[in-house]
């Protein structure tokens, strides 16, 4: 017989999914206003710039980036530099849509050491198998990764370059998940010994306060390839 705690889990697990589906039938951008009693609010509203800026700017870039039908994109070969949000999270639930060219990269990070720098937490976005990062360095490297350090579960669902995948962030307290497509790839703690264990043997070793917890931007990386964001919603948690 299985426990109550057990049908708890498989409810909230059901009403998690419910609620991924109702945002994906949902116009472009928007929000319901059930989404927006549960504390949903839009970083991105399919128009404009706001709320954006680039890195150690002030204003949204001239050049790199572009709004167009409903979407924040990075163009391909400018490499003018990553957005941040004008505005810092500490507890939340991010969700986001992307479109990654063929053989591209890209990455959302977080919790960033420096609120002015691009350096921090990257929850992993890649052409797994034509990008050169992914293809020489395996899954540690690949979508859904923590970069570098926590590679994704291996029954993921990537959708090809060309089609839309929708990702989640969960950042609690010291706990953090990352989601694609409904399906969570990786948990870990901030200041955990595994944690601390991984980032000695990692390219951040030498970054001091590398995976400690703080306020910080979101950050949209421009890798030099062309990718499309959308529907980019934030839900703050207690």
Same mark, same amino acid.
């Given at each position: 017989m299985k426990s109550p705690l057990f049908h708890t889990f498989c409810l909230l697990t059901v009403l998690q999914f419910a609620m991924l589906h109702a945002f994906a039938d949902r116009a472009p951008n928007t929000l319901t206003t059930e989404e927006q009693a549960a504390g949903w609010k839009l970083l991105f509203d399919g128009k404009t710039s706001a709320g954006w800026r680039g890195v150690e700017m002030q204003t949204f870039p001239a050049a790199g980036w572009k709004v167009e039908n409903g979407e924040l994109?990075?163009?391909?070969?400018?490499?003018?530099?990553?957005l941040v949000t004008t505005e810092k999270f500490e507890n939340y639930e991010l969700v986001w849509e992307w479109n990654l060219s063929e053989g591209?990269?890209?990455?959302v990070k977080y919790n960033l050491v420096n609120p002015q720098a691009p350096l921090g937490c990257e929850f992993q976005l890649l052409d797994d198998l034509k990008h050169d990062d992914g293809?020489?360095?395996?899954?540690?490297h690949h979508t859904g990764a923590l970069y570098d350090l926590i590679p994704p579960s291996d029954d993921k669902k990537l959708?090809?370059?060309?089609?839309?995948?929708?990702?989640?962030?969960?950042? $609690?307290? !010291?706990?953090?998940?990352?989601?694609?497509?409904?399906? +969570?790839?990786?948990?870990?703690?901030?200041?955990?010994? @595994?944690?601390?264990?991984?980032?000695?043997?990692? $390219?951040? !070793?030498?970054?001091?306060?590398?995976?400690?917890?703080? +306020?910080?931007?979101?950050?949209?990386?421009?890798?030099? @390839?062309?990718?499309a964001f959308r529907n980019i919603r934030i839900r703050i948690l207690k």
């Open positions: 994109k990075v163009l391909k070969g400018f490499k003018k530099g990553d591209g990269n890209s990455g293809v020489r360095n395996g899954p540690i959708n090809p370059p060309g089609q839309w995948n929708e990702c989640r962030l969960v950042v $609690k307290g !010291k706990h953090v998940e990352h989601w694609l497509n409904g399906a +969570k790839l990786v948990e870990y703690k901030f200041g955990s010994e @595994d944690l601390k264990a991984k980032i000695a043997k990692s $390219k951040y !070793k030498d970054n001091q306060g590398f995976g400690d917890k703080r +306020k910080s931007p979101i950050l949209l990386q421009d890798h030099g @390839d062309a990718v």
